[in-house]
């Protein structure tokens, strides 16, 4: 019966969060997956060569690197944050990655490994224990490590002729294949298996989709958004340490493209800013497609700087497309 | 009293919702200088009601009058220009603003002078508005650091001084369980002010206390399953009448499947030992055996929730211990609780008991991932040989294991939830709410859900929408009041109380 | 949250004593800038000591209002967004684009445009136009501000570059240059024009019914709806004021480097998001104001003047400021409104 127990009057935020619709709705990437083969399509027909051996080694290169900056980015996107240290991180790596070389040799892989592990492990601990929001805190550190990169070498810097032996393990081939491509494919297995097939993955999933209920179910959401920023760091790494590999030399700088275009690749391939909803493939979908695009536009002609404004109106468009509004009253 | 007009009334309005009719052909009138009492049981309709009121939601039908007019309030700010306006429960001033910006928000065009808004103006008019509700706190004090009491004050100040600038007569004010955060000393300041606008205004009140409803209005009004049961004049009314108007019908045996019912078995699963939270409830110690359905009752306040939220690790109490099978439990921390075989299906199934944009399969999954790999990797088959046996088991009706949480029904939902916790090696589950806004086939679903779980030796701690299905449904009932178990009655089949005896222990 | 807020007013039962320590309590909180005044006098105090008082010397300390002139204008409009509980990141775009309309539109050696003072308002009123489409894309779209802005700095900065196709303008002797440069009594007079527009916002803030709307929408913009603010102009009108803001700081910069080029945005969104916070802004909206901001401006400057004094790295400076702008934004952040932080 009755007045005994509660009942909830009306609530004020009660008329926003009733509106949610149900609707099934069309998965993101098969847009994301039309819009690649929309884009091959049209190039290719605009320019024969589009298809050229050439002009794919090209675009998986370009695309390949981005990738798995990408996959990184998307662990904490996935989370519901985001993490714009991506761009100081892999400019720090590669400054760090060149005159380890020189001092250390092979070993500067796994220092640079761990390097991004440290600092996605500080952008985790900043978030969970100062509980900074990502994307300030991340700012934060972002500029940090532009700076700690600056600090250690202002100007870029070149890998000595004696170490180039070691950059091979980048830009040799393994038969027949390139070993950039390799790696990237590995590195694409290990983001697609951990967050498919293993439970700290799912649990970034879950985190994502309802970190009230993670955290009420008993999912330890501290160290699962501390293993979301992990693997950023490791990404950002790997993709920096990519780069610059393959261009015989560090650059203070190299990072700053990087995180727009990470941020592009995840939303354009259908990773809700919201969290919960995406996954590597989408990402994979996602570099493909600016891939592609930076190409053809190159091809085409469009000016470089104007494709940064065509990158961030991309951006805009998908997360209106594929943010989750049900999930806010308030989009602040 | 009777001589006078009516202010407010609603004719044979009548609102459904998918698979529920939340008020038929409900007539409803407020006269001026009243203070009307709105009792109902649980899902009565007396929140579609007060939704409607205000304008936050449509009628499907009837008619909305106000002064004898028909209106059509489109929202909630367009109901106060009516001057119908309602106290929110969790309050709906600006915490980092202050008691006089509150009271004017949006208003202040009258107070300009030469483009700026004068301060002084606004101060005098504020010093007047909130003396009429006894309120002399600094008008300057942020709303976040005043007490509940004066926010209340300033809501009601807030809709009265409204309906004065639109030159509204006999404003309407719904008072929506105003007394649940007050001190005994501020509810009679409440009452005494509330005496005081009434000649001026009419108030509508719910309350769960029927006392306060019948010792402070003229008129109540009761409902019953969206429907008016009957109304009186406050003066003749007696609790235990308006009691049984509002259960309206006898005990109905067969609704919770008392049938199959079971006796507990012998072993203790929980115990409980002076576990306390400083102001929220005082030390309580109790046990649960195996297979056995406990029932907490009480009013809001009375510690209950608290309780519940330190048994399955939401909260962390201030002294005491909670034993699972003569295992002390960590307090405080969810995922101790959970390992150690607590499960808790929360009364907010949609921001807490689901990841509503992930499938079925992965809600129902989620606390067995580990049992589900192979080589390692969680494997895909047994993930969806799982899902499939728990939707199977729990009946729950989706299109398949891969559809999105978000596209169920309510009940169907609230199954997933269950199924989650069923499909982990559970010891206890603490249901709060279990069937709130569930249509009535799948509250069905639940309740034989529930018994066969306490078949399987599952014992359970609930708390429900309704007094009645508590009894129905628990073995043994505890009933808290004020931060305190004052009471522990049994409920087995053969001798289930009566509500009213319980009510009287609860208010 | 009911039972366990302090009792500091209940009805009837104010003591004297409580209500003046209250008041007291409330002023600091209120103005809230207690704290900011403090670190400014630690700041300077101990770069004071540090450089053997050549830090407090007349013409550092006008350098220094020089250079946190600027910062303080963006922090400024910037502030105000994040006192709605957003954030706008697209100033260096607005700032870039800015500059290279000025260089267009200015007298230079390339081109033969020269509208004069008009500069003034085309300039302010392009950087507005682009805070009015922030705005836009936030409220329609209903897309969280850092995104959106983040998307439009690119957007912008892009279109920049593009337009000037990278190049340098040097701009020639502009009627403005005077006022950029010159002092008045000592004082720079772009620290003058920054403290007319902080007190300008201030009292707006302070004294209009649009600045306790501002206020209103930061602490709970459902709350505000409901009690009749219309939610998405006051937003959209904040964005233009932001944008407002950056149109004049590039049209300033321009003059001041008398050149124009995109480049001129770069590097300005870090100094002023540290302002804000540093100020004590919070970042979860609702609490701080113009005066919080300039203050942080000031702070963030100081701190940076006295480590060039003290002849660290540059980059090292880079650094501190990252530092501080954690350190700034965990201060002022109010946790409980976040909830779970993502």
């Not at chain 1, 590669?94 to 040799?105: D, E, F, P, Q, R």
């Not at chain 1, 700690?148 to 070149?158: D, E, F, G, N, T």
């Not at chain 2, 907010?348 to 790999?373: C, I, P, Q, Y």
Request: net charge positive.
């Amino acid at each position: 019966m009755a007045e005994i127990k509660e009942e909830e009057g009306p609530s004020i935020t009660e008329k926003r969060i009733t509106t949610h619709r149900k609707r099934e709705r069309i998965p993101a990437i098969y847009f994301a997956i039309t819009l690649l083969v929309v884009m091959v399509v049209l190039f290719t027909i605009g320019n024969r060569n589009f298809l050229s051996a050439y002009n794919v080694n090209t675009i998986t290169s370009y695309s390949a690197i981005l990738l798995v900056v990408g996959l990184g980015q998307m662990s904490t996107i996935l989370i519901g944050g985001i993490d714009l240290s991506v761009g100081g991180l892999m400019s720090f790596v590669s400054v760090v990655l060149v005159i380890a070389l020189k001092t250390i040799g092979a070993w500067a892989f796994p220092l640079c490994l761990s390097v991004g592990l440290m600092a996605g492990y500080i952008n985790g601990t900043i978030l969970t224990r100062i509980k900074i929001p990502s994307f300030i805190a991340t700012l934060g550190t972002g500029g940090i490590l532009t700076s700690l990169a600056l600090l250690v070498s202002p100007l870029p810097v070149v890998v000595p002729a004696s170490s180039y032996g070691l950059l091979d393990i980048v830009n040799g081939t393994l038969i027949g294949m390139p070993n950039l491509l390799l790696l990237t494919l590995v590195i694409f297995i290990f983001f697609y298996v951990i967050l498919g097939f293993t439970t700290a993955g799912r649990n970034i999933y879950y985190t994502g989709s309802n970190i009230k209920m993670s955290w009420m179910s008993g999912i330890d959401i501290r160290r699962t958004r501390n293993f979301a920023f992990m693997l950023s760091g490791l990404g950002a790494a790997i993709a920096a340490m990519m780069q610059t590999c393959s261009q015989f030399g560090g650059d203070p700088t190299m990072g700053k493209v990087y995180i727009l275009q990470s941020i592009a690749a995840v939303v354009v391939g259908g990773t809700a800013l919201t969290g919960g909803t995406g996954g590597a493939v989408n990402t994979l979908i996602g570099a493909l497609i600016l891939g592609v695009m930076e190409n053809g536009m190159n091809v085409v002609g469009v000016d470089a700087y104007f494709q940064q404004s065509i990158l961030g109106i991309v951006i805009i468009v998908s997360v209106a497309l594929t943010f989750d509004r049900s999930k806010t009253a308030m989009i602040k | 009293m009777k001589a006078k007009k009516p202010v407010l009334e609603l004719r044979r309005v009548t609102k459904s919702y998918p698979g529920a009719l939340a008020l038929d052909a409900v007539n409803f009138t407020v006269w001026e200088s009243e203070i009307v009492g709105l009792i109902g049981e649980n899902g009565a309709g007396k929140s579609t009601l007060m939704k409607i009121l205000i304008g936050l939601i449509q009628p499907d039908a009837g008619q909305y009058e106000l002064r004898g007019n028909p209106v059509t309030l489109r929202d909630p700010a367009n109901a106060a220009r009516h001057g119908v306006g309602m106290v929110f429960q969790e309050g709906s001033l600006v915490p980092n603003l202050s008691i006089m910006e509150n009271l004017f928000l949006s208003h202040e065009i009258g107070f300009r002078r030469f483009g700026f808004l004068s301060r002084r103006a606004m101060r005098e008019t504020a010093t007047s508005v909130l003396s009429l509700v006894k309120v002399t706190s600094d008008l300057d004090t942020p709303i976040a650091d005043t007490t509940p009491a004066v926010r209340q004050m300033v809501e009601i100040a807030r809709l009265m001084w409204l309906s004065r600038l639109y030159r509204q007569e006999n404003p309407v004010l719904i008072l929506d369980e105003p007394t649940t955060v007050l001190t005994e000393g501020e509810r009679k300041t409440l009452f005494t002010i509330l005496t005081e606008i009434k000649r001026q205004a009419s108030i509508i009140l719910i309350s769960h206390r029927l006392q306060e409803i019948v010792g402070n209005s003229d008129r109540i009004v009761i409902l019953k399953d969206g429907r008016n049961v009957t109304e009186f004049e406050a003066e003749h009314a007696n609790i235990a009448e308006i009691e049984n108007r509002m259960v309206g019908h006898t005990f109905a045996a067969e609704r919770y499947r008392e049938n199959e019912q079971i006796e507990p078995m012998n072993e203790i699963a929980l115990e409980v030992r002076n576990l306390s939270k400083r102001g929220v409830f005082e030390p309580i110690t109790f046990s649960l055996r195996k297979g056995e359905i406990v029932s907490l009752v009480g009013l809001v306040g009375s510690g209950k929730e608290a309780v519940c939220g330190c048994i399955t690790g939401l909260e962390k109490p201030d002294s005491g211990t909670i034993s699972l099978h003569r295992k002390k439990l960590a307090l405080g921390s969810p995922s101790e609780t959970v390992r150690a075989g607590i499960g808790h299906i929360p009364i907010d199934r949609r921001s807490e008991g689901l990841a509503l944009g992930m499938t079925v399969a992965d809600n129902v999954n989620l606390l067995v991932l580990d049992k589900l790999k192979a080589a390692g990797l969680i494997n895909p088959p047994l993930e969806k040989k799982n899902a499939l046996r728990m939707i199977e088991e729990c009946r729950i009706k989706t299109p398949s294991f891969s559809a999105i949480c978000a596209n169920l029904s309510g009940g169907n939902q609230q199954k997933t939830v269950i199924a989650k916790w069923l499909s982990s090696k559970i010891q206890l589950l603490v249901l709060d709410h279990p069937t709130r806004g569930v249509d009535v086939g799948a509250k069905e679903e639940i309740y034989r859900l529930i018994r066969n779980l306490a078949r399987d030796g599952i014992s359970m701690i609930i708390m429900c929408d309704t007094l009645e299905e508590d009894i129905g449904l628990c073995n043994r009932m505890l009933v808290m009041k004020d931060g305190r178990l004052v009471s522990e009655m049994s409920c087995s089949l053969a001798r289930k109380p009566n509500p009213s005896d319980i009510i009287a222990l609860i208010v | 949250m009911p039972n366990d807020v302090p009792s500091k007013s209940r009805i009837n039962e104010v003591g004297w004593l409580s209500k003046s320590a209250a008041k007291a309590g409330l002023w600091i909180r209120r103005s809230g800038i207690g704290g900011q005044l403090l670190s400014l006098v630690i700041v300077t105090g101990s770069f004071a000591i540090g450089t053997s008082g050549r830090y407090l010397s007349a013409a550092n300390l006008q350098v220094i209002l020089r250079l946190a002139s600027i910062p303080a204008i963006i922090a400024t409009g910037l502030h105000q967004v994040v006192v709605l509980g957003g954030i706008d990141l697209s100033v260096e775009g607005v700032v870039a684009l800015c500059v290279v309309f000025v260089g267009f539109l200015a007298r230079n050696r390339f081109n033969t445009n020269d509208v004069g003072l008009w500069i003034v308002p085309i300039t302010v009123g392009f950087g507005g136009l682009a805070g009015i489409i922030n705005g836009l894309l936030n409220t329609k779209l209903r897309i969280p501000s850092f995104i959106i802005t983040l998307g439009m700095s690119w957007v912008l900065w892009g279109f920049a570059v593009f337009v000037s196709k990278g190049q340098t303008i040097p701009l020639l002797k502009n009627p403005l240059s005077g006022i950029v440069n010159g002092n008045l009594l000592g004082i720079p007079d772009l620290a003058l024009i920054a403290f007319g527009l902080i007190i300008v916002i201030q009292i707006i803030q302070d004294r209009t019914r649009f600045g306790r709307y501002l206020y209103a929408i930061g602490g709970d913009e459902v709350l505000a709806a409901q009690a009749g603010v219309k939610v998405e102009k006051i937003k959209i009108a904040v964005f233009g004021i932001a944008g407002l803001f950056y149109g004049l700081s590039a049209l300033f910069l321009a003059i001041q480097l008398e050149s124009a080029q995109a480049i001129t945005g770069n590097n300005l969104l870090f100094p002023a998001v540290t302002a804000v916070a540093v100020g004590g802004v919070a970042l979860t909206g609702g609490i701080g104001g113009a005066k919080n901001a300039a203050l942080g401006a000031l702070i963030v400057t100081a701190l940076n003047d006295g480590l060039i004094l003290l002849n660290v790295n540059p980059y090292a400076q880079e650094a501190v400021n990252g530092f501080v702008l954690v350190t700034a934004v965990a201060l002022t952040i109010d946790r409980r409104k976040l909830g779970f932080i993502k």
